[in-house]
């Protein structure tokens, strides 16, 4: 089995698209998915908190890189899946106590003072500057790494593509990664988001 490293902001609609893509397409391919946190806030360099939800992305980028830590990867999907429903598909604000009910309604209770450990900041900012040094400073949010650690911001996606187009772009985006010549490809997004 073959692994692809998943760098996230959770509070990224475009993201959360990009994730039900690549839950997909790795799932027709047997790759497990290591979910690692990045921050926006360190991204765009936002000290200030805008309702909350920097903060509840902190909290849900501990618990990621404690579940990476300890290797529980199909667990940090699993709370990656329930997070995502409840903000893109659910419409909930992300506040700081919302990761709270969401640990607690995937049985994970017990990581929710993980979430408030401030002292796994370092690791999680680590985690943030892996991502970024793999890429460069000026992308965002998802950052995937391949297992040869060929790395890339994106693909950004509307709708998640499925089945075998969704392994099809997974094909695609691994044999441009790989290419050292290759930076970008870009061209404005259109329609809603269709978080599906």
């Keep these: 089995m073959s692994t692809i490293d998943f760098h996230f902001d959770a509070i990224c609609p475009y993201t959360w698209i990009t994730s039900r893509w690549l839950v997909e397409a790795a799932g027709k391919e047997d790759i497990e998915i290591r979910w690692r946190p990045m921050s926006l806030a360190i991204l765009n360099d936002q000290s200030a908190d805008d309702g909350g939800s920097h903060e509840f992305s902190r909290r849900v980028q501990r618990v990621m890189h404690h579940l ?4 529980r990867h199909d667990e940090a999907g699993v709370i990656y899946t329930a997070i995502g429903e409840k903000l893109f598909l659910e ?3 992300a506040t ?6 969401i640990l607690e309604a995937v049985g994970h209770a017990d990581l929710i003072e993980v979430s408030l450990d401030n002292s796994l900041d370092d690791g999680v900012d680590g985690e943030h500057e892996r991502a970024m040094g793999l ?3 000026n992308v965002g949010t998802p950052t995937i790494v391949f297992e040869d650690g060929n790395a890339i911001f994106g693909p950004v996606v509307n709708p998640a ?7 099809r772009l997974l094909h695609l985006t691994r044999e441009l990664v790989a290419m050292d010549t290759f930076f970008e490809l870009k ?3 259109i329609g809603d988001l269709d978080y599906t």
Aim: glycine share 12%; charged share 35%; hydrophobic share 25%.
């Design 68 to 71: 990476h830590e300890q290797q």
């Design 91 to 93: 419409g909930v604000d």
């Design 96 to 101: 700081p106590n919302l990761i709270d009910s």
């Design 135 to 137: 890429v460069g400073k």
């Design 161 to 167: 593509p499925k089945g075998d187009e969704a392994v």
């Design 187 to 189: 061209r404005t997004r």
